[in-house]
């Protein structure tokens, strides 16, 4: 099998956590489907109501429902990978090199795409007299925009919208390197962040408050497999299976005692320790595979099928622009919007959404990050593949 590179603490890279990370990628491009038809200037007999009556359509209810909650499971591998990357350097990280890693990979294609999308949104003011799918894009947030700040305070989106996520992530990893600066990591210390955030989205409603609380769960999550492995990775894993699916059975239970009581509580709130003992189960799971089978033909297909991973901060970014120039070329009637309509259309939008991103990962997004790098710092670690962050939707 070939190895995949270790992680800035010499471990190796959990594949199941990874891949994970690509189908919320996935989750989050089929739900922003519906953007097709938030063009501006465009005359079409297509409705968002045509589109949602279509049977393919209604097959992906689930993600066309309910997909933007990959955008907080994104949030919780990122505390989890970013713990397993750092954690065993905690009380003697760099804060250089630390900024450094983050910069360097998630700067470079948040600027390409964002004058990129500068350039289409004022090609679509000029022809159309109108932006397409994201209304606020005047100076002052196009300057958030570049400080990564577009969502600090504010819930209106602009730009290249899907980044708010990574903008609201931006300030959990500022805690996270005053929590590794701390010394070791334990559940107590991890708890009283992920508190501490919770206390602040409480009282404020602010995105970055919310991410807090999903990164630092993240993290409680990777700690608490840490722990488990003084137990019998079987043990562990169906532990976390079984504390997966007493949860599931819980809420049902909670609906079929009283219907809609589920559907008031915010499903923030829901599924934050399904994603936490979700992410727990993949986790020992994964290490009873490796125990059991190393090298096996297994392993091998869950590497493979890891390397998608790879593929989610690009496809992130790249979906609206593909919206926006294809809603464009739609409204000077170049083409009928009501071709979103087709299967044949939607298959294809994702197959160039996700292949565009594999030759964005490939020809700029990892060119780019070692250039940064290299002239950031010469005493920053160089980047290993598992400390890469979980792009947001």
Same mark, same amino acid.
């Given at each position: 099998?070939?190895?995949?590179?270790?992680?800035?603490?010499?471990?190796?890279?959990?594949?199941? +956590?990874?891949?994970?990370?690509?189908?919320?990628?996935?989750?989050?491009?089929?739900? *922003?489907?519906?953007? @097709?038809?938030?063009?501006?200037?465009?005359?079409?007999?297509?409705?968002?109501?045509?589109?949602?009556?279509?049977?393919?359509?209604?097959? /992906?209810?689930?993600?066309?429902?309910?997909? #933007?909650?990959? &955008?907080?499971?994104?949030?919780?591998?990122?505390?989890?990978?970013?713990?397993?990357?750092?954690?065993?350097?905690?009380?003697?990280?760099?804060?250089?090199?630390?900024?450094?890693?983050?910069?360097?990979?998630?700067?470079?294609?948040?600027?390409?795409?964002?004058?990129?999308?500068?350039? +289409?949104?004022?090609?679509?003011?000029? !022809?159309?007299?109108?932006?397409? +799918?994201?209304?606020?894009?005047?100076?002052? *947030?196009?300057?958030?925009?570049?400080? @990564?700040?577009?969502?600090?305070?504010?819930?209106?989106? =602009?730009?290249?919208?899907?980044?708010?996520?990574?903008?609201?992530?931006?300030?959990?990893?500022?805690?996270? /390197?005053?929590?590794?600066?701390?010394?070791?990591?334990? $559940?107590?210390? +991890?708890?009283?962040?992920?508190?501490?955030?919770?206390?602040?989205?409480?009282?404020?409603?602010?995105?970055?408050?919310?991410?807090?609380?999903?990164?630092?769960?993240?993290?409680?999550?990777?700690? %608490?497999?840490? !722990?488990? %492995?003084?137990?019998? &990775?079987?043990?562990?894993?169906? @532990?976390? !299976?079984?504390?997966?699916?007493?949860?599931?059975?819980?809420?049902?239970?909670?609906?079929?005692?009283?219907?809609?009581?589920?559907?008031?509580?915010? /499903?923030?709130? $829901?599924?934050?320790?399904?994603?936490?003992?979700?992410?727990?189960?993949?986790?020992?799971?994964?290490?009873?595979?490796?125990?059991?089978?190393?090298?096996?033909?297994? $392993?091998?297909?869950?590497?493979?099928?890891?390397?998608?991973?790879?593929?989610?901060?690009?496809?992130?970014?790249?979906?609206?622009?593909?919206?926006?120039?294809? $809603?464009?070329?739609?409204?000077?009637?170049?083409?009928?919007?009501?071709?979103?309509?087709?299967?044949?259309?939607?298959?294809?939008? /994702?197959?160039? &959404?996700?292949?565009?991103?594999?030759?964005?990962?490939?020809?700029?997004?990892?060119?780019?990050?070692?250039?940064?790098?290299?002239?950031? #710092?010469?005493?920053?670690?160089?980047?290993? =593949?598992?400390?890469?962050?979980?792009?947001?939707?």
């Amino acid at each position: 099998m070939r190895r995949r590179a270790a992680t800035e603490d010499g471990e190796g890279q959990i594949l199941s +956590i990874d891949l994970l990370r690509a189908l919320a990628a996935v989750a989050i491009v089929v739900f *922003h489907y519906k953007n @097709f038809f938030r063009g501006y200037g465009i005359e079409s007999q297509a409705t968002l109501a045509d589109l949602k009556a279509l049977q393919w359509f209604e097959a /992906l209810g689930l993600l066309t429902r309910h997909g #933007s909650l990959a &955008v907080m499971l994104f949030w919780m591998i990122s505390g989890f990978v970013l713990l397993h990357a750092y954690g065993a350097r905690a009380g003697r990280i760099s804060g250089r090199a630390y900024a450094v890693n983050r910069v360097s990979r998630l700067y470079p294609l948040h600027l390409a795409t964002l004058l990129a999308v500068a350039a +289409i949104q004022a090609v679509s003011m000029r !022809l159309t007299g109108g932006w397409q +799918i994201y209304q606020n894009n005047d100076l002052a *947030h196009f300057a958030m925009q570049l400080l @990564f700040a577009s969502n600090w305070f504010t819930e209106a989106q =602009s730009f290249n919208g899907p980044i708010w996520s990574v903008s609201a992530e931006i300030v959990a990893y500022g805690a996270f /390197l005053g929590f590794l600066r701390m010394g070791a990591p334990s $559940l107590p210390r +991890i708890g009283a962040f992920g508190l501490g955030f919770g206390v602040l989205f409480a009282a404020t409603g602010l995105m970055p408050a919310l991410c807090g609380v999903y990164f630092f769960a993240g993290c409680a999550a990777h700690r %608490a497999w840490r !722990l488990g %492995a003084a137990w019998s &990775v079987e043990r562990s894993a169906a @532990f976390a !299976l079984a504390g997966g699916l007493a949860w599931g059975a819980g809420w049902a239970a909670l609906e079929a005692a009283a219907p809609g009581m589920a559907a008031r509580i915010p /499903l923030t709130l $829901l599924v934050l320790p399904a994603f936490g003992l979700g992410l727990l189960a993949l986790a020992f799971a994964e290490s009873l595979l490796r125990r059991r089978a190393p090298g096996g033909a297994a $392993l091998r297909l869950l590497a493979g099928a890891s390397r998608a991973g790879d593929l989610t901060y690009a496809s992130y970014l790249l979906h609206s622009p593909l919206q926006m120039l294809f $809603l464009l070329t739609a409204a000077t009637g170049a083409v009928p919007l009501e071709a979103v309509l087709s299967p044949a259309f939607a298959a294809g939008y /994702l197959v160039v &959404v996700f292949g565009l991103s594999w030759l964005a990962f490939r020809g700029f997004e990892r060119p780019a990050q070692a250039w940064l790098r290299a002239r950031l #710092s010469s005493s920053a670690a160089r980047p290993r =593949s598992f400390a890469r962050p979980a792009a947001s939707g």
